[in-house]
């Protein structure tokens, strides 16, 4: 079976995005998959629908005639086909008993799964309904980043188009809409129908993010019953591969899990008569391993972890009949008990799956590239943020993303990234100013109060996906960058939506300047010494035929750039 998965693996044949079976299947993958697109339609407010699918009769159900054809499918040479259908084939099965093993009997076709093959074998049967849903365009969520190799008006897009993750049998359909979703289930009905699989409705769950629909309506019809299932409520957990989601971004939910399951411990060995030993053991190989995987995709900082972890350092303490006042460092230390705390523990897994996932090239490490690169244009980070200096991002603390917390928290202590050609290519040359640089300019300078200049700077960090290009300051400028744009018309150079009040952060920009509604010309030591012309990417929409619009419009004339607004046609004719 190693062969035949190393085969497989090689020359990429089984194309379905089932990340079990093979020899490099892990958890990981379709975990931080699913925690990065959730965190993506958090952020950039995109509708998304997730249906955590539940298995009630698959297996054991599966027919050897469909088995057959699915091994033929991968062209599996006979003889393989013949040994692995012999194997759950007209099977015939003894029961040990505690006097002596039972008589004989047959059991009906199909996988067992515990046998130590099934994963390998299921994700040869159920490649073939993974690769048609993946095959269809029309369908899944977009992970996408329109990425500025200059100031020149050509980007690139990294993108990533999700539809479904699975882990053996444990499926998520991913979709944007609740017309895909219907979609997908309807494809997926078909071939477990097929196949005589029964899908448990009622273990199937629901979730949605950022829907315009009415509440009584966030709703699916599943599985050959037709069973109903309702989105959860923002503050009700799903359990996908052990690991709980929630509608809500914070981490409420999994800090009280971890909580709940320490107290459990504690109270078990509390009153048992057990040696420092054992209790260093249980914590070290037992409860900080479930824990681990339990926060894959949360950030708990120091503090908090200390805090869930005191209950178990309190009870080594009094089972070695220890102060509980005494210092923690005597219980973690190498040398007298070795109790690995938490946060240290935590911090390891986490940043080793990090460097692992940033260097991969599986769904994980695409999906966690184009948040961060996401992140750095949202920031106005001109360098590559994986080896920018911690000072450039220590302070931020409203991005809500996992993959952004641990690189920040890597930084701070004193992690080094080694520049590459990747990284070369995460950077954006400009001969002006950046954005942010002329805002933390102003605070510099400012006497407002420190909440206001965290609120000038915030409200950049949080702009809307459409405003995510606008990086530069030369972006705002026009007439040989001497005159600071108005909101309204940097909406319509950039083509941004025309709704929204004007940001905080132009305002913070215009009372530099000291503007008004007339009068815009910014002083000579404020000037860009790139022009907007050159960096801006004007589509030729022409101009209405309607006399009544008057809209805005850039001319070119004499090297320069000019911004206007109409106040006369003339004639139809000569548009």
């Known amino acids: 079976m190693k062969r ?275 209790l260093i053991y249980i914590n070290n190989k037992i409860l900080l391993a479930k824990i681990e995987y339990w926060t894959k995709t949360v950030f708990i900082n120091e503090h908090r972890c200390n805090s869930l972890h005191n209950s178990f350092i309190r009870l080594i303490k009094n089972k070695m009949r220890i102060v509980t006042s005494a210092n923690n460092n005597i219980v973690h230390h190498k040398g007298i008990i070795g109790a690995i705390a938490h946060y240290q523990h935590l911090r390891g897994a986490q940043f080793a799956e990090f460097i692992i996932r940033l260097n991969s090239s599986n769904w994980g490490g695409i999906s966690t590239r184009i948040l961060l690169r996401k992140i750095q244009i949202r920031l106005g980070i001109i360098d590559c943020i994986i080896t920018i200096h911690l000072s450039a991002i220590v302070d931020i603390t409203n991005i809500k993303s996992f993959s952004f917390k641990v690189l920040r928290e890597m930084k701070s202590q004193l992690y080094n990234f080694s520049r590459t050609q990747l990284a070369t290519s995460w950077n954006i040359i400009c001969n002006s100013p950046t954005i942010i640089e002329k805002l933390k300019q102003i605070t510099s300078r400012s006497n407002a109060s420190d909440n206001a200049i965290n609120k000038d700077l915030m409200s950049y960090y949080k702009k809307s996906d459409n405003q995510l290009g606008l990086i530069f300051y030369c972006q705002l400028l026009a007439n040989s960058s001497s005159y600071l744009m108005t909101w309204d018309q940097i909406k319509h150079v950039h083509h941004l939506t025309a709704k929204g009040p004007r940001p905080r952060y132009m305002r913070a920009l215009e009372r530099d300047i000291n503007t008004n509604s007339f009068h815009r010309t910014i002083p000579q030591n404020y000037c860009s010494l790139s022009s907007t012309l050159y960096i801006t990417n004007i589509s030729p929409i022409p101009i209405s035929r309607d006399k009544r619009e008057k809209e805005w419009i850039v001319t070119y004339q004499d090297g320069k750039e000019y911004i206007g607004k109409i106040i006369k046609k003339s004639n139809r004719s000569s548009f």
């Open 4 to 278: 035949l998965s190393s085969t497989l693996l090689q020359h990429n044949i089984l194309k379905g995005p089932n990340f079990a079976g093979l020899l490099e299947g892990s958890t990981n993958t379709p975990i931080h998959v699913i925690n990065n697109i959730i965190e993506d339609a958090q952020q950039s407010k995109k509708e998304l629908w997730i249906c955590l699918q539940d298995m009630a009769k698959a297996f054991d159900s599966v027919e050897m005639v469909l088995l057959l054809n699915t091994l033929k499918r991968i062209k599996c040479l006979p003889p393989l086909i013949s040994f692995i259908i012999h194997l759950f084939k007209n099977r015939k099965l003894k029961i040990i008993t505690e006097y002596s093993l039972s008589d004989c009997f047959q059991t009906g076709d199909g996988i067992d799964q515990e046998e130590t093959i099934f994963p390998l074998i299921w994700k040869i049967f159920y490649n073939p309904l993974l690769v048609r849903i993946n095959d269809d365009f029309s369908l899944g969520y977009i992970l996408k980043d329109c990425w500025p190799n200059n100031l020149a008006p050509n980007t690139k897009e990294y993108w990533l188009k999700v539809r479904e993750v699975a882990f053996a049998d444990d499926t998520a359909w991913i979709m944007n809409s609740q017309t895909e979703m219907t979609c997908i289930i309807n494809i997926s009905n078909f071939f477990y129908q097929l196949n005589n699989i029964k899908i448990n409705g009622s273990k199937s769950e629901l979730l949605v993010w950022n829907s315009k629909i009415l509440k009584d309506q966030l709703q699916i019809t599943i599985g050959s019953d037709s069973n109903i299932i309702k989105a959860n409520t923002l503050t009700q957990c799903s359990r996908y591969l052990e690991i709980y989601i929630c509608s809500k971004a914070n981490n409420c939910h999994v800090e009280r899990l971890i909580q709940e399951k320490v107290k459990s411990i504690c109270s078990i060995l509390r009153n048992k008569k057990i040696m420092a030993a054992q």
